[in-house]
């Protein structure tokens, strides 16, 4: 499983979701649109225009997961249940 968190400066939602990865220990990558123009065209092509997008990437594309803002519901069912899947 791969985790990645799509973000800004100065965003409360994204702050709020690394927050929360890092207090229960799960590795992500974080990745600034505003200095990243190619991810930032990535996360519009899949229909949003705000941030944080979280991806969690399993083994095959089908069941890559997305969604935007902070959701710690979806956190805890697609980090933490993978992660003890793993």
């Given amino acids: 499983m791969t985790v990645?968190?799509?973000t800004k400066?100065?965003?409360?939602?994204?702050?709020?979701t690394k927050r929360w990865l890092d207090n229960?220990?799960?590795e992500y990558s974080?990745?600034?649109?505003?200095?990243?123009p190619a991810?930032?065209?990535a996360i519009k092509a899949l229909g949003?225009?705000?941030?944080?997008?979280?991806?969690?990437?399993?083994r095959t594309p089908e069941t890559d997961l997305?969604?935007?803002g902070f959701h710690?519901?979806?956190l805890t069912k697609y980090t933490l249940t993978e992660q003890a899947a793993a």
């Fill in 48 to 58: 949003y225009e705000g941030v944080p997008v979280v991806i969690v990437a399993g």
């Fill in 66 to 68: 997305h969604w935007h």
């Fill in 30 to 36: 974080a990745v600034d649109v505003t200095t990243s």
């Fill in 4 to 6: 990645t968190v799509y």
């Fill in 72 to 74: 710690p519901d979806n």
């Fill in 24 to 26: 229960r220990g799960v």
């Fill in 9 to 16: 400066p100065n965003c409360q939602p994204c702050r709020a």
């Fill in 39 to 41: 991810d930032l065209e």
